[in-house]
């Protein structure tokens, strides 16, 4: 039973920094890709272009100020709302207050991925729902908002720490065998010299 225990602990580890691996990956693609932005004009440019992962672009639209909310999720506050046109298959995401001057507003720059890639993806959809009666398309996208690619020494140093603490704990949990063990202590021999008698 107790072998079993520290299995499953190993194995729930093992796992953990895994995911911290994979979480890391996409981040760090991203910000060594290209810093020139991919510019779509259309929603039927964007549509082509099928964009499976984060990808730095410039989107052309404007707000659509019907279909803008505040969602607060685990602490985190965002802005969501959707632009003209593009309907319900792409949602900007910004940290800042969007006001009347927004409308100004008609490319958007930043970080474009599938939704469903988005932390919090289905509280922001149901957020929708509930609020606009509005369903995000199962194929929609988020723009991240000034989200640029910038190489980050925290993001790089976090993924050599978790593949370096990945091959620490694959060693000492199934390679290395035997684990520390004691060390057996011989007797000391008995030196003790004896005089002759007389």
Request: hydrophobic share 45%.
């Amino acid at each position: 039973m107790k072998t079993f225990f520290f299995t499953v602990i190993k194995v729930f580890l093992l796992v953990v920094v895994t995911a911290m691996v994979f979480f890391q990956i996409p981040e760090l693609r991203y910000d060594f890709g290209s810093k020139e932005p991919v510019v779509i004009d259309s929603p039927e440019q964007l549509k082509e272009l099928n964009i499976d992962r984060s990808t730095f672009v410039s989107i052309h639209g404007t707000i659509n100020f019907d279909r803008a909310a505040t969602f607060a999720t685990h602490g985190l506050k965002y802005t969501y709302f959707m632009l003209n046109d593009y309907d319900a298959m792409l949602i900007v995401r910004t940290y800042e207050t969007v006001d009347e001057s927004w409308a100004e507003i008609d490319r958007y720059i930043g970080r474009l991925q599938p939704y469903d890639q988005m932390a919090f993806s289905r509280s922001v959809r149901a957020g929708f729902k509930t609020n606009f009666d509005v369903m995000i398309a199962d194929k929609a996208y988020v723009l991240g908002r000034d989200d640029v690619p910038a190489v980050s020494g925290w993001s790089v140093g976090a993924t050599i720490f978790a593949v370096i603490l990945w091959c620490i704990l694959v060693y000492f949990f199934f390679i290395r065998k035997g684990g520390l063990s004691p060390i057996a202590v011989k007797p000391k021999a008995n030196h003790e010299e004896h005089l002759p008698s007389g």
